[in-house]
């Protein structure tokens, strides 16, 4: 068994609620439940966090190995088109991780089609809404059966 962490950055929090029509009407929590279900069956332990503040994640991040952390899923929200210190974070860290999307950020404004994370990503989810999710547990999941 391997341990799984979710992180989701800024304005998640308010998903549901948020724009909708872009992120959809699922709501972080049952994401997050969902998740969660999926990681059990594949005989992993979950974890979850959110945060809108950037010291936040990356304090989370740096205590990921301590933590026996496996693999992250990570939706860094707007982060990802600013956040050096994350990347940076990342790479201290060592800790294999997926980077997720809701929306397609390719097929949005042109400040929103950089990312920082992309490249020392394993892979990169986009634009499923909530389905992302899954997909990128499933692939976690598959990644760990593999060795990481």
């Not at 991780?97 to 892979?123: C, K, M, P």
Request: glycine residues 8%; without cysteine; proline residues 3%.
């Amino acid at each position: 068994m391997a341990r799984v962490l979710l992180l989701n950055g800024p304005n998640l929090n308010l998903l549901g609620t948020r724009e909708p029509a872009i992120y959809g009407t699922d709501t972080l929590e049952s994401i997050e439940k969902r998740s969660a279900v999926l990681a059990r069956e594949a005989g992993h332990e979950f974890l979850a966090f959110q945060s809108n503040a950037e010291h936040e994640l990356i304090a989370r991040i740096q205590k990921a190995p301590a933590d026996g952390i496996a693999f992250l899923i990570f939706n860094p929200g707007a982060f990802t088109h600013t956040s050096i210190a994350l990347r940076d974070a990342l790479l201290g860290a060592r800790v294999p991780f997926i980077e997720l999307h809701l929306s397609n950020t390719h097929a949005r404004e042109s400040f929103r089609q950089h990312s920082y994370f992309s490249d020392i990503a394993v892979g990169v989810i986009a634009g499923f809404g909530a389905f992302g999710y899954e997909l990128a547990m499933r692939a976690a999941a598959a990644r760990l059966a593999r060795g990481a």
